[in-house]
Structure formats: structure tokens, C-alpha cells
């Protein structure tokens, strides 16, 4: 795992731009995107650099199980407003929300992730250690499959609803066995509420208990961390 400390999110959204750009160069054409907090500046470097992403597919981690695309709170709204609407893509793909058959719906994404190798994975991680929706005690081998969300994610996501009972209690994720296929990595944690998950994905034992530890199997995994997430490193 190759680690860089920035300042803030800021230097780490442009650090993260700049890797993109440099995937896009090197023949990159399938990007991984993630959602939350984490990623918007990224996302911002992103819409104010020259890459064109029109001859690229864009494949998403995950979406809350019962929102509408055109729901200001699902993911695939959130990825046309930050990203999206300014850098379109060839085709972009997020599970859907309401589909009516969540095994079609998990068998349909899993083929689009076969048919679509991914070379560049954008992450970002939940404070228990979560990435995409794959909770701690999802088995490392998961394809994309429909999760009930902890307390613990659905209390960090209320933030973005008006009431927590708002926050849906089910997504679809893509899996860490389809994450760990992705060709690279990059997993960004802004803040102090990070470090102990960071601490535990970089320095702890490989362990379900936390699901991004698994990263420390992967060969291509850059991290992208601000001090305050990097506290518990050292
Ligand atoms: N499914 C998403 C994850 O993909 C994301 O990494 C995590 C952290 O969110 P934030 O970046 O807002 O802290 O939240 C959600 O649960």
C-alpha cells in the first residue's frame, strides 16, 4: 500500500485528480466511483481538468435499495450533480435503486462489472471500516449483492437526510471480491472520525471485521489520507 498524507481534502482531491489523469494517459477507460462526503473534491478537480471522459464507462460501488434515480438522495443523483453533468461519460452505470427484482438486479450489475474489467477504483471508507456498503463481517469473496446497513452507516449517513428514519435500511454494493479485481486503488479518508478505521485498514490484521483491510492484499492500492486521518498510524 503506498500512503500519502496531504494537508487537507482539498490537496487530496487534486493528488487524486492527478492520478486519474495519469491512469487516463497510461490507457485507463473503465473508472470505479465511490459516493459520501469524501470524494466531492476529487470530484471538483475533476470537472475543472481537460480529461474527457466520453470514450469511458464509469461503474459505481453501490445505491440505496428503494430511492429513484431522479431522489436528490440516491447516488446516482449525487454522481450527475458533482461529476456527471460536466464530464459525461460514454455509459455509467450505478445499481438500481428501484428495481423491482434485487436478484435480476444484483445478477444484471455483476455482469456489467464482468463485461467492464475496471482499471482504476475510486474509495472511500466508513468509519467501521466499510467500503461501498460491504459491512464488517461481509465475506472477502462477495460479488455485488443487497446488504441491510449497520446503525453505524446509517447514523453517519443521516447527515444527509432530514431525518434518520429517512436513511434507507438496504443498498446494493458491488462486492470486495469485484473490488479487489479492480486493476488499482485509490482510497481516500479525510478527518480524525477516519483515523481509527485507517489505522485498522493499514496496520491491523487482515480481518472481516474490517473490510478494507483486505486492501492490504491488493497490489496497486494508493491511499490517500489527511493528517487528521493519519493520527493512528504512528
Ligand atoms: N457507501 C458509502 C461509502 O462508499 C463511503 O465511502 C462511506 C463514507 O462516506 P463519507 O465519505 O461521507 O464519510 O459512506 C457510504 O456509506
Known sequence: MKIIIVKNSAAGGKKASELFKQA????????????????????????????????????????????KSTDPQSYRYYMEKNLFIAKPFKKSFLPKGDALDAVEEVQRYDKVIEDNPIDLQLLGIGRNGHIGFNEPGSSFKLKTHKVALTDSTI?????????EQDVPKFAYSMGIGSIMKSKSIILEAFGEDKAEAIAKMVKGPLSEACPASVLQEHDNVTVIIDEAAAIKLS
Open 155 to 163: 447514523e453517519a449517513n443521516a447527515r444527509f437526510f432530514e431525518n
Open 24 to 67: 487516463y494517459n497510461d490507457g485507463a477507460r473503465v473508472f470505479g466511483l465511490a459516493t459520501g462526503s469524501t470524494p466531492i473534491t476529487t470530484y471538483e478537480c475533476l470537472v475543472k481538468s481537460d480529461i474527457d471522459f466520453s470514450d469511458c464507462i464509469s461503474i459505481n460501488l453501490d445505491e440505496y435499495v428503494g430511492l
